[in-house]
């Protein structure tokens, strides 16, 4: 079964800087893209970030762009999520999701319970 | 606010069908088939339950649907139970360089 096991998540104060990991297990992790999805405490889903399954190439939401820095380790099965000049609006819990068909971004088949970002001073 | 946009709340009996809406655009629902529907339980994670427009996942039940037209998409849910109460989001690729995703507001469905 496919798992996914996000950590990282704290209460940071703004303008903090955080790193998000997920730990992947039971698919071939290097043959498929990963992304990360958060949701604001109540609200609806956002995508954030996207990285293919090579890690070359990432994909990024307007509202993280220039701030946030999606990577991958192929050899140790990991996914990571720099998170930088952090704001209240970044409240959220981050899931790291997986993409269905190989070398597709979307849609998401496999989601992680997700880890827990709170900024505020 | 979303870029997709669902109703806020639906609701129906045991028994009964309901259908909810995503209404999107050119740049996104209306170019590609790529639109996915997931179901998320109170502090779950989300579930994938309808993927490109109308396939469902192994295990997921063939009562929920999927359909769209021109920019807009729809989730059917036939003979409602009371574990299909929960939150549903859709999302689609947006069209532009570079790539990303978009997803609705979220609908709360209400059994009623």
């Known amino acids: 079964d496919v798992q996914l096991l996000e950590s990282g998540g704290d209460l940071v104060q703004p303008g903090g800087s955080l790193r998000l990991s997920c730990a992947a297990s039971?698919?071939?992790?290097?043959?498929?893209?990963l992304s990360w999805v958060r949701q604001a405490p109540g609200k609806g889903l956002e995508w954030v970030a996207a990285?293919?399954?090579?890690?070359?190439?990432?994909y990024y939401g307007s509202s993280v762009e220039g701030r946030f820095t999606i990577s991958r380790d192929n050899f140790k099965n990991m996914l990571y999520l720099e998170v930088d000049s952090l704001r209240a609006d970044d409240t959220a819990l981050y899931y790291c999701?997986?993409?269905?068909?190989?070398?597709?971004?979307?849609?998401?088949?496999?989601w992680g319970q997700g880890t827990l970002v709170t900024v505020s001073s | 606010q979303s870029d997709l946009t669902q109703p806020a709340s639906v609701s129906g009996s045991p028994g009964q069908s309901i259908t909810i809406s995503c209404t999107g655009s050119?740049?996104?629902?209306?170019?590609?088939?790529?639109v996915s529907w997931y179901q998320q339980h109170p502090g779950k994670a989300p579930k994938l339950i309808i993927y490109?427009?109308?396939n469902r996942p192994s295990g997921v039940s063939s009562r929920f649907s999927g359909s769209k037209s021109g920019n807009t998409a729809s989730l059917t849910i036939s003979g409602l139970q009371a574990d299909d109460e929960s939150h549903y989001y859709c999302?689609?690729?947006?069209?532009?360089?570079?790539?990303?995703?978009?997803f609705g507001g979220g609908t709360k469905l209400t059994v009623l």
């Open positions: 490109e427009v109308s």
């Open positions: 999302g689609s690729y947006a069209a532009g360089s570079p790539l990303h995703v978009v």
């Open positions: 050119n740049n996104d629902i209306g170019t590609y088939n790529y």
């Open positions: 990285i293919d399954a090579a890690g070359i190439t990432t």
């Open positions: 039971g698919f071939t992790f290097d043959n498929y893209a």
């Open positions: 999701a997986k993409g269905k068909r190989v070398l597709k971004v979307f849609p998401f088949d496999s």
